[in-house]
């Protein structure tokens, strides 16, 4: 169940990005509280435990390393996410600065940058937007239609929709 304090945004958004047919707004919405834990959280959260750092990212850390990473978000964003996708380096602080946020969990510089450049955002500058209501539903919904999501719920191809907002099939069950 979509909380009060969202409706009004997601309700918004999905107009605009036509995601209002009834197989379209189950499936976005299906999507959206997985990805944002049933809408419990707009900013990712990396509190891992030693034995969690290793079961979900194995090559970023060796068993002594997991230690003194744990639960330490800051430290784990920067590990994992340094150097890709559009991030600097490891020591730079993008891992963290461009850690996921809003319904879609938005990552990555250079995601940030796309979509702050395509809905007149200045998510690079200010990531922290991205966690805001209103434009986390426009983010969710522009990342939506981007990868054709609305073609593939009318098909009813929910695997298609999972791989292409999460890039796997977390969560699809």
């Not at 959206?32 to 834990?37: L, M, R, T, Y």
């Amino acid at each position: 169940m979509v909380p009060d304090e969202y409706r009004h945004a997601l309700a918004d958004a999905m107009e605009m990005y036509d995601i209002i047919a009834p197989r379209r707004a189950v499936a976005f919405l299906a999507q959206i509280a997985h990805e944002s834990a049933r809408f419990t959280r707009l900013v990712e959260s990396l509190n891992y435990s030693p034995q969690r750092l290793l079961a979900v990212f194995p090559k970023y850390f060796t068993p002594a390393e997991a230690v003194q990473f744990a639960h330490d978000e800051e430290r784990i964003a920067n590990r994992v996410c340094g150097g890709r996708m559009g991030n600097g380096p490891e020591a730079t602080g993008d891992g963290y600065r461009f850690r996921g946020r809003g319904f879609i969990m938005l990552t990555g510089r250079n995601a940030y940058r796309y979509s702050g450049r395509h809905l007149g955002e200045p998510l690079e500058d200010s990531p922290d937007r991205a966690a805001q209501a209103n434009v986390a539903a426009l983010v969710a919904a522009d990342y939506w239609a981007a990868r054709g999501c609305n073609e593939f719920a009318d098909a009813d191809k929910y695997e298609s929709i999972t791989r292409a907002i999460n890039g796997g099939l977390n969560g699809y069950d």
